[in-house]
């Protein structure tokens, strides 16, 4: 269900499967950073060491933070599907809301992934990791009503 903010915005949520295909685009992306780091750490792609896995989460977390908190609001598999993460307000928020966003998705994967199908079943399409955080993951199209 969308709504109207106090701005006179339409706001539309993002479902589960156009959230599911940005992970799976921004899960893509990482392979190559994060196999050049592990390669450049241990010398191989197999067993991974404990400064490559520190590494990893590392990378992973930067990634997810900084875009997530920056300008335009979004990763880049967010992007190609015109979706973006706001506060409960639509606005941007900040790298520490975003970091406890990143690492709160801890809960929702330990769950049996459950916390990721809540977006697809709670009123405002949002996940558990997103109502720790006080965030949304809305529809770029969101427009002004006025």
């Known amino acids: 269900m969308d709504y109207i903010d106090k701005d006179g915005n339409v706001v539309v949520y993002a479902g589960f499967w156009a959230r599911f295909?940005?992970?799976l685009i921004d899960a893509i992306v990482l392979l190559?950073?994060?196999g050049i780091v592990v390669y450049l750490i241990d010398g191989h792609f197999g067993e991974n060491s404990g400064w490559a896995n520190l590494?990893?989460?590392v990378i992973v977390w930067l990634y997810y933070s900084l875009q997530e908190s920056g300008p335009l609001q979004a990763t880049f598999?967010?992007?190609m599907l015109d979706i973006k993460v706001t506060d409960e307000f639509g606005r941007r928020i900040s790298f520490g809301r975003a970091t406890g966003r990143h690492f709160s998705k801890?809960?929702?994967a330990v769950i049996l992934f459950i916390g990721y199908i809540m977006a697809g079943f709670t009123d405002k399409k949002q996940a558990l990791h997103d109502i720790i955080a006080g965030t949304l993951v809305v529809a770029e199209r969101s427009f002004k009503v006025n």
């Open 106 to 108: 801890i809960i929702s």
């Open 77 to 79: 598999g967010k992007r």
């Open 55 to 57: 590494a990893r989460i």
């Open 32 to 34: 190559i950073p994060t």
């Open 21 to 23: 295909f940005a992970f």
